[in-house]
């Protein structure tokens, strides 16, 4: 049995660390492709989980200027905590700003673990730690279980500059010009998401596996930061609307209006599946960037236009995007950049 519990008071609002925090499972780790579910202010400040919420990503963000050793170890009570709770999580990670002094070994490293600590600093981290799991508990933690758990912890340092979370994201090589004005309305809009899941209160609740803990609806799709991004780019909810867009029309004529339903709804079904497939997304983005780069340049060619100027520039379609849902998404980004977004 796993029970949530509030620790921290003020944390109804998102801060930019805890925001960080989840573009940096998002995409600047290894595995960050096994990845899809961000769970907001249940186990921690966020928690990744893959597909079928097996395997967790445990981070604790700590945005707090001139951290010591010892504030450290305080920092990382609560991954203690879910350390030697009911549930498995696979990964521990602290993530803070850059230490300003000369605490570690190789001061370079912007993700490191205990032992990268200069040995005096390390006995201080441990008993930052145990002195906060005391006040907490009343008892004096495991020693075993925290030389264990302190070997897990992965140290992550930070970026300063919110506009490069979400820069690393797309990957776009700079084909199209876009101002930081964009990126950091992106990152705050996703920081409001995360505000708003932080403001539901699970206090006191009890679960018995970490799926359960989906059902408080406290969570942020990897698909959901792919959309938000695209609609923002183009001025409109890409799934929102079911009609068939004004410059498409030419594609479909000379079919009925329900055999019209059908290419609609195959051509959104086709759109979704290459957006929401995380193993491809270094294809998709650089086909987007493409895609917005010739639009933008062409104003008066047609979606089927652009569609074979892509083509002879020998552009990687996704592969599950067929030429008729490639148009169609053509026609739907056309429309909204002639819209004046």
Known sequence: MYQFCTTERNNSKANDYETKSILYLLSYRKDSNEIDTFIID????VTGASNDVTKLWDVQSKNVKSLNPTKIGTALITLFQNYISSIDFEHYILFMPKLTEMYLKDEALSVYFFDNFIDKHQLKLIDGL???YLRRNGIEANQSSIDEFIKKVTFVNAAEDKVEYIKNIVKFKNLIPIDDAFFIAVFNEIRDKQTQLKNISI???EIN??????????VIHRREIDILIINRFVGVDLFSNRMIPNLFFDEVKDYDSEQRKDII???NASISKVIFNKNNKRIFWDFFENMIFLLKKNAKKSPREIYNELKDKRVRFPVSLDELSA??????LKEGLDNGH
């Open 265 to 267: 709804e195959d051509c």
């Open 130 to 132: 145990k002195k906060e």
């Open 203 to 205: 206090e006191g609740k």
């Open 42 to 45: 249940c186990f921690n400040d």
């Open 209 to 218: 596996c970490a799926k359960e803990a989906l059902a408080y609806e406290k």
């Open 327 to 332: 148009i169609y998404l053509i026609a739907i």
